[in-house]
């Protein structure tokens, strides 16, 4: 059985800040599930390999307004 990573194990390997772990799991984002193991909470392995596989939070071509329109120029903004 695989060791189950820390808050920090997984921030580590996903390059995010705890702060931005702890925030998508309070506004209900995070893509992997998490296990909770007393007051602390701990992510699987295969979980975040499986999340990070997948393309992990990165917008998928083609879906939703980001990727739908081309961005929009400041007029008068001297960098172009």
Known sequence: MD???????????LGWA???????KCR???RFPIV???RCLRVRPADLENYINSGGDQP???????C??????RKGSPHV
Do not use: H, Q
Request: charged fraction near 30%.
């Open 60 to 66: 998928k071509r083609g879906n939703g307004p980001l």
């Open 36 to 38: 909770r193991a007393g």
């Open 3 to 13: 060791r189950l990573l820390t808050v920090t194990d997984a921030c580590e390997i």
């Open 28 to 30: 209900g984002e995070l």
């Open 68 to 73: 739908d329109k081309p961005a929009k120029s």
């Open 18 to 24: 705890k702060a931005t772990f702890y925030n998508k």
